[in-house]
């Protein structure tokens, strides 16, 4: 998963002209009839009871394993997404076309030459241009974050390794992450503006294991393109020390990386048919890509099995609900939102007609929290729905859910959205890194999550009226 | 470190002649004074209030890094043993000559080829012969253990790759450690005889990262030399799930791992002198070699630290201890205890005269118990020293102290041993793995550890009378 920044609410109602709000109004007033209520509770606690979303993350990671876009694992991951929706039961599966940018992490080897030869272990940022065949050579210059690199003189800079030492917090939700990622973002383009032969990044990651976090990277238009990578923390522990004793620290970087040309790939979408309003869409999304060091346990496996296994479970009541449930399997999500913006796209004229989307994408820790973005005037509802989740340790939180970075292509169509906040105190040890495998699921959690979304979107496809459309974020995404 | 069986007390004394278990009675009887009991309180005191034994890792660590037998670091490291010791204050600092074997790793690669294709993530075991050039590859033979192995039929195993699918146990005291490492010592001289054509295990090891567990095996004299190769944890359960399909599993090993001649290593030596006996040996050791993939933090550089500075912080009081504390930093201990052979027969006419010898050797994590092999007549005075320790968390233990695999050669010179028993709970999380590093170690844990050291040792250099000698094990080590 990545994560924007989260968005005030309401400042677009406030500001827009009255009739804007008005038009932000739920279609008519949304309720839950005692028997919704019933069945939602039902759906919640027999998902509690145990379900087959584990065996889902078993066979995803076991079966296929890595599959960063382009890659052969990517094509297989598209045969077993069709392949298990239909044995799950889902109705219209289908595989839809999406162009995706191919880039290899090659070979990755990195040494600090002097004063103290050390090996250290690192990764290739992803999207990163490779080195010289035989790598290359530089002096370190240490910065503790990007923003402090936007600083320095090129004359500190030109011809030296950048090594931007900045680290991650650990927070229940996740939240430390978007304060360390833009040096993994934006390290390469401001260090090669300043003439640098190559950044190097401490992981944005929690742990202090010797498993690196890659992650995507951007170059600007037209701008330099040098080699970028992340270090282990353990290593940028190391590389640091050795800054530290202020002699002179020399590092040798080599990287296999490359780009080739843009490959298919595509969403893979399976439904529970709405029995009165098939055409409006309850979306549960996903995605099917991972990056390439682990098997995707946690990201994103985990939350393609929730909604999976959620809707399978949805379709399997005595009569299907009022409106369909999607689940999207999204394509190339980490590497540049491909399936998003393919669906998106594909589908503008049905998006008026999706009324609430959500993304599960932040591994499998317990749903503590429901956010959402709906127009005001349906949040009522939105509280009948948090009591549901009540007994399964979920807190009413606010409307202002980003829902997942698939969903961020969406904005413009105002697609009301739902955000179910898992607790992220792990995910960040484990988040593309080679760790990211199967152990670090834990099946009743998982089992939580189904309980959760089968609960939530049930009540969603089958209550009367909708949630209005979602107030217009300044910046889409959380 | 390394860890061999406990073994029970008196057992030789009440098997043997009641003259042998006279003869294993002190000299004199021991006994702490008043002024010993409040000069080993103040170091006791004094190391919890913060010791500079991080500083030693932190140096050991970076400055040297990896140093296993026979390698260029573990020549950087013996220049570090001799400089440090000197700049600490040592007397007849000096290195002594052993003899190591010389094995390198060389490059490790693992795929399953099928059921489903997946790269795993492994490791050479220490001794392991190479593949051949392009790998090798073979059907596998899931085994739950060697002992299972052992009653395999050659016909299910010819010409196939063996996995030792043994998973270790956490516990505060490692135990779990000697109940699983079977395997990893015997698997290949099993699966050789057996016709096998590698041995694969699961890492011997309490966490869940990719990051696979090394240390030593040996083959059989004469017996089949078959490549052998841990894999992580998480890999492990990779290749046990396609297993458990049902399926064939094939598998690709490919280890550039081959031995070279004997290279040429020392034991680092440094002394408090002692004042009155300086002839009488109170030994502190640990071992100055690590294994490959990490930088030895945890094994061994804090047990090295912990004893130097425990050391260190004796020579500084107002006058030096009666006896002399010599510490030892054994070479290659991790390879096949070359160091410790290599002191025993140099010292075999000193032996007798070392009246107490204990090795730090597991890790930073704090000492919760104090053990003993002495001579049962002195333990009144081990009970009067573990009193000293009480307000530091450490509990009496037994008198079945294996003091450390570096101790194990002194065993027939009878030489008492000190056990001071570590939480070992998360050591075999690191332990033999490219995890081992800095941040693994807990500043405020060495102070204890120091604390705990420098109040026995003194109190063993000072104090009247001595342990006289130890109970003969039946078995050495522990």
Not at 2 to 17: D, E, G, N, Y
Not at 205 to 232: C, F, K, Q, V, W
Not at 397 to 414: H, V, Y
């Amino acid at each position: 998963m990545r994560r924007a920044l989260s968005v005030p609410l309401f400042s677009v109602c406030l500001l827009s002209a009255a009739g804007a709000c008005l038009a932000q109004g739920p279609a008519a007033s949304p309720s839950l009839s005692d028997p919704i209520r019933s069945t939602a509770a039902s759906l919640r606690d027999e998902a509690m009871k145990g379900t087959g979303a584990y065996e889902i993350v078993r066979s995803l990671t076991t079966e296929v394993g890595p599959r960063p876009a382009g890659s052969e694992g990517e094509r297989k991951s598209i045969e077993w997404g069709l392949r298990t929706m239909r044995e799950l039961g889902f109705t219209n599966v289908r595989a839809e076309a999406v162009t995706v940018p191919h880039w290899e992490p090659g070979n990755a080897e990195g040494q600090i030459l002097a004063p103290w030869p050390q090996p250290v272990v690192l990764l290739p940022l992803g999207g990163s241009v490779g080195t010289p065949e035989g790598g290359l050579e530089g002096e370190i210059v240490e910065v503790p974050s990007v923003e402090d690199l936007e600083k320095v003189s090129p004359e500190k800079v030109r011809g030296k390794i950048v090594f931007i030492n900045k680290r991650m917090e650990r927070k229940k939700d996740g939240s430390g992450y978007g304060a360390a990622v833009s040096g993994r973002g934006r390290g390469a383009a401001v260090a090669g503006k300043l003439g640098a032969a190559a950044v190097l990044i401490r992981s944005i990651g929690t742990d202090n294991n010797r498993t690196p976090h890659t992650g995507a990277m951007r170059y600007e238009e037209g701008g330099p393109r040098i080699p970028a990578a992340a270090l282990s923390n353990p290593d940028a522990d190391m590389l640091a020390a050795q800054v530290a004793s202020g002699k002179p620290v020399r590092f040798r970087l080599l990287l296999g990386s490359r780009h080739l040309p843009d490959a298919q790939s595509a969403n893979v979408i399976g439904e529970i048919v709405g029995r009165e309003k098939p055409e409006e869409i309850v979306l549960l999304g996903c995605h099917l890509d991972s990056w390439f060091p682990g098997t995707g346990a946690v990201d994103d496996a985990a939350g393609c099995a929730i909604v999976m296994e959620a809707a399978r479970r949805i379709g399997e009541l005595p009569q299907k609900p009022r409106r369909t449930i999607r689940v999207v399997l999204f394509a190339n999500e980490e590497f540049g939102l491909s399936g998003a913006r393919a669906y998106a796209e594909k589908y503008t004229a049905d998006l008026p007609r999706h009324i609430l989307a959500g993304e599960s994408d932040f591994g499998s820790g317990r749903v503590w929290r429901i956010d959402t973005r709906v127009a005001p005037e349906s949040l009522p509802v939105v509280g009948e729905i948090a009591k549901l989740l009540a007994p399964i340790g979920v807190e009413p939180g606010d409307n202002e859910a980003g829902g997942g970075a698939d969903l961020i292509p969406m904005a413009p169509a105002r697609v009301p959205l739902l955000g179910l906040g898992q607790d992220g105190t792990e995910y960040f040890d484990w988040h593309h890194t080679a760790n990211d495998t199967l152990d670090k699921v834990d099946p009743k959690d998982l089992d939580q999550n189904v309980a959760a979304w089968a609960a939530t979107a049930y009540a969603a496809a089958e209550m009367s009226g909708d949630f209005g459309r979602a107030p217009q974020p300044e910046q889409p995404g959380r």
